[in-house]
């Protein structure tokens, strides 16, 4: 007698890090994994993936169920595509079912037919943009990493800001189509979709396929089955295009490498940049990590000789280096949080036809709405945080939960009708620079300002044709722009960021101070940076404007060293969170001790304690911090701790998550 065949398959949204088994049915041919299957699963049906079959079972073959339908004749993923998937559970310690449900656009997710049924609109045009005259070290670029095509190399491209970064990935892309293979470029933000799509499809003659959560659903299934099909052959995508089956793949590009948005910061907390490396390991093809500012710990994995470093020193073209200036604003009158000297250089700049960048990282009207009387502050009733006025709109919102209030005219504690703002957002910022410069045109580029579909696109337009002549924004504007005209750029606020509790904030400050300065002066005029700070002799704004970032970096490695702190150890964040304080607490003590009678190996075990932001929407949040200086005895401790976590009381109760290599310890 035959024995049945057993299907141990993946089940997304259930929190168990297993496969479960199910019967075949009698009558069905060879299935393979990586096809989606219906299956029964309590009182109602999942989609699930098929990882293995075997004739053996962990359970009494009876107790078995049949599976309801069998969705896939052929497999969706390959082998390759399943073994990547494999490693990023046992690497970040997820469920399978949740990492292989990532793999796979909604509309498959949900069961609906492998077919693309709607072609995406491909935008054809008819004279292509011919490859620029590189420079030596941009020939050096390409000629080098041509040369491994075929191979797995890391390369980190480290380019200054302007100096043709896009032109090595274009003529390394065009070798790698005429190769008949397959590219994946991966960018930071949606954001920067638009303009590297359109110097894309101005360049190449093959059809582009875009992938980020702003397109509906049926056009991410079409994208996904165009490359799994091997019918397209460039993919420009976000974070979440990473997973995209990629049958010919030859080369994987991640533009702005250092950029924390390449980490998920919810549910299943992968790095697209880490993850990426492990697929072109699999894949046996180069990787390119694009920034100019590269993080430390590609700049650590080069310095191990693990990764290997090409430099980009000089703009392309004509265009010269900003010159960068501290604006000492210590005993200074501010009108609305612009020095009289910005103001004098903004006059000077509009006068001359130019157009001007201010960058102030903070959205709304003003941060704080205080009583003059009593000192009453509107604080958030679900998080310990300030409400943000939106003067516009006539709201007090909380920028960490969404809560929403009606703007109030008097003190809810002592009626006194003087409510003043303290602090300065965008939106402030906004009316007093059209008051200032009342025959100009400001242009406001914010999470709020950009909502409508469509409006971010329409907004950079209007700052490339001269339309506008301030633009005024927030992190949009740190990434990648390139605006010709664009002469004079402020960083309004730059003290916000030296003072925190978070041992990242110094990298990601001059990350930020060099990205944003390197909007200025990108063709033939030369371009003018200023700091506004009560900080004119801290080190960091010293070193980085005196040294470049290199050195900063050096410096900045070599404290990490000292501290032990990544890269030279490794983290794991558990994080937990209830509306009852005492629970999130409870449960994590009782992980940390479950931990230390595990640890053989002196894992350090940090907590539990609360989060920066101790409560936010209404729960209490605490966390527990793994350490130790070798990845591999790190990992050891976690996978045998995440199975048992489930068996504790409180693991069911509470919502907690685990974050291997943390970016933020928010």
């Known amino acids: 007698m035959t024995k049945p065949r057993i299907l141990k398959v993946a089940i997304p949204a259930v929190p168990f890090f297993k496969l479960f088994e199910y019967l075949a049915p009698e009558n069905s041919q060879n299935l393979q994994a990586g096809i989606r299957l219906e299956v029964p699963f309590g009182n109602r049906s999942k989609i699930a993936f098929l990882i293995a079959t075997s004739i053996e079972s962990d359970y009494p073959i009876e107790k078995l169920k049949l599976i309801t339908r069998i969705i896939d004749d052929v497999p969706l993923l390959a082998e390759i595509d399943l ?17 292989m449900s990532t ?36 020939q050096n670029a390409i000629y080098k990493i041509s040369a491994t095509l075929g191979e797995f190399n890391i390369f980190v491209l480290d380019g200054v800001t302007g100096s043709g970064k896009t032109e090595v990935y274009m003529q390394l892309i065009q070798t790698v189509l005429d190769r008949n293979q397959q590219v ?36 991410r299934k079409n994208t996904w089955l165009l490359m799994q099909s091997g019918a397209c052959s460039l993919l420009l995508g976000t974070r979440s295009a990473l997973f995209t089956p990629l049958p010919k793949i030859g080369l994987i590009i991640l533009d702005e490498e250092h950029d924390s948005s390449f980490k998920q910061q919810e549910g299943f907390r992968f790095s697209a940049r880490d993850v990426a490396v492990m697929r072109g390991k699999l894949a046996n093809v180069p990787v390119i990590l694009g920034s100019a500012t590269p993080s430390l710990e590609s700049l650590y994995n080069v310095k191990q000789h693990r990764y290997q470093h090409l430099s980009l020193p000089e703009r392309a073209g004509n265009a010269l280096p900003p010159l960068v200036q501290i604006l000492d604003i210590r005993q200074q009158k501010l009108k609305e949080g612009l020095s009289a000297k910005l103001l004098e250089e903004m006059t000077t700049t509009l006068a001359k036809g130019e157009q001007v960048l201010l960058f102030l990282n903070r959205r709304g009207f003003a941060p704080t709405l205080i009583c003059d009387d009593c000192g009453w502050v509107a604080r958030c009733i679900h998080c310990d945080a300030n409400l943000v006025i939106h003067r516009n709109k006539n709201l007090l919102r909380c920028h960490h939960c969404g809560t929403e209030h009606r703007l109030i005219s008097t003190c809810p504690a002592c009626q006194s009708p003087d409510l003043i703002s303290l602090g300065l957002g965008t939106e402030r910022l906004e009316s007093v620079l059209t008051r200032l410069f009342t025959d100009k045109v400001v242009l406001r580029l914010d999470r709020d300002s950009t909502q409508k579909k469509g409006a971010l696109d329409d907004f950079l337009a209007q700052i490339h044709a001269g339309a506008a002549h301030i633009i005024l924004g927030t992190q949009l504007l740190a990434k ?33 101070i060099v990205q944003v300065s390197g909007r200025a002066g990108r063709e033939l005029k030369q371009g003018k940076v200023l700091l506004q700070t009560r900080q004119p002799e801290h080190p960091l704004l010293t070193e980085l404007l005196r040294d470049g970032y290199a050195k900063f970096a050096a410096l900045a490695l070599a404290e990490r060293e000292m501290a032990g702190l990544p890269p030279f150890s490794y983290q794991a964040l558990l994080r937990a969170h209830h509306e009852n304080e005492e629970l999130p607490q409870t449960f994590l003590q009782a992980v940390a001790a479950l931990a230390q009678s595990l640890n053989e190996q002196n894992v350090q075990v940090l907590g539990a304690i609360p989060a920066p932001m101790a409560r936010r929407a209404g729960q209490y949040r605490f966390q527990l911090l793994f350490q130790h200086t070798n990845r591999t005895t790190l990992h050891h401790l976690l996978r045998q701790l995440m199975p048992q976590i489930l068996t504790l009381k409180l693991a069911a109760k509470v919502r907690w998550s685990l974050d291997v290599d943390p970016v933020d310890l928010f």
Do not use: M
Request: proline letters at 6%; one cysteine or more; a neutral charge.
């Open 480 to 512: 990648g722009h390139h605006f010709p005209n664009v002469t004079l750029v402020a960083i309004l606020d730059v003290d916000s960021g030296l003072f925190s509790t978070d041992f990242h904030s110094g990298e990601k400050l001059a990350q930020l």
């Open 103 to 138: 793999a796979f656009p909604v509309a498959l997710r949900q069961g609906k037919e492998a077919v693309i049924k709607k072609l995406p609109k491909l935008i054809e045009v008819e004279t292509k943009t011919s490859q620029l005259i590189c420079n030596d070290a941009q």
């Open 184 to 219: 994946l470029v991966l960018v930071p933000e949606i954001t920067l979709t638009p303009q590297l799509q359109q110097r894309f499809q101005a360049r190449f003659s093959t059809p582009i396929a875009i992938s980020h959560s702003k397109l509906t659903d049926l056009q």
């Open 83 to 99: 073994k990547l998937l494999h490693w990023v559970a046992g690497y970040y310690h997820h469920p399978i079912g949740e990492v």
